[in-house]
């Protein structure tokens, strides 16, 4: 089944301990994104990876690391998370091309930072 | 900045009414999705337009990318209480924008039997 998995679902932290929330997706897509989404605000881009060992920023990076060192997986990094962090993240992948950029989305994981 | 305004941003309705989501900006976008989204679930797809002016239809739902391709419109027709969801409108951009996907605030839809 064509799916797009981020772990774990649910995550309550405490401020400055260190996270990663991991995606893997099983489509060979070569773009991969993540986004927070909070009330009001709708979904906002973190970063991005076009494809291996590409990665960009996307509207909101501040506070975040990524890393893109296989096609499938693409985790996201809090190194210092801070309670402003709190929010549920989705990520996304997608084939690369202009009518292709379909993007399938991951069931999110609820993050909270005390 | 918010690129993509959504409205409106709640929606409540009765079974069998119409309703238009709207999803402006002043930028221009080389293509406009639309998702929908239930509670504990990630967005999924609904469709994507990437022509100015293009219709498209998918059942009760009429999607219009307007002819500058930079706004939309989402009709539903005959609204079910299944219609009860997020919608979100997302724009594109090619070249070296590409990857970078702008989502408006989202419209929350409530059909009521």
């Known amino acids: 089944e064509a799916q797009v998995t981020q772990n774990p679902r649910y995550l309550i932290t405490v401020t400055g301990k260190k996270l990663t929330v991991t995606c893997s997706q099983n489509m060979n897509h070569e773009y991969m994104s993540w986004y927070r989404q909070d009330p009001g605000l709708g979904l906002r881009q973190i970063y991005y990876?076009?494809?291996?060992?590409?990665?960009d920023k996307g509207d909101v990076p501040e506070g975040y690391k990524v890393s893109r060192k296989e096609k499938r997986n693409f985790p996201l990094i809090l190194e210092s998370p801070s309670p402003n962090q709190t929010s549920l993240y989705f990520c996304?992948?997608?084939?690369?091309?202009?009518?292709?950029?379909?993007?399938?989305f991951g069931a999110g994981t609820r993050l909270s930072v005390l | 900045t918010q690129l993509l305004e959504q409205s409106p941003q709640f929606l409540s309705i009765q079974e069998g009414e119409n309703l238009t989501v709207y999803c402006n900006s002043s930028s221009v976008f080389s293509s406009l999705q639309w998702y929908r989204q239930e509670p504990g679930e990630g967005p999924v797809l609904l469709v994507t337009?990437?022509?100015?002016?293009e219709v498209k239809k998918l059942k009760r739902l009429t999607f219009q990318f307007g002819d500058a391709r930079k706004d939309s419109s989402l009709h539903i027709t005959a609204a079910q209480p299944g219609d009860t969801g997020l919608y979100l409108c997302a724009g594109g951009k090619g070249g070296t924008s590409y990857g970078k996907l702008t989502f408006g605030q989202g419209t929350i839809l409530t059909v009521h039997p």
């Open positions: 990876s076009m494809n291996v060992e590409v990665t």
């Open positions: 337009v990437v022509t100015g002016g």
């Open positions: 996304a992948s997608s084939f690369v091309g202009a009518a292709k950029n379909i993007q399938y």
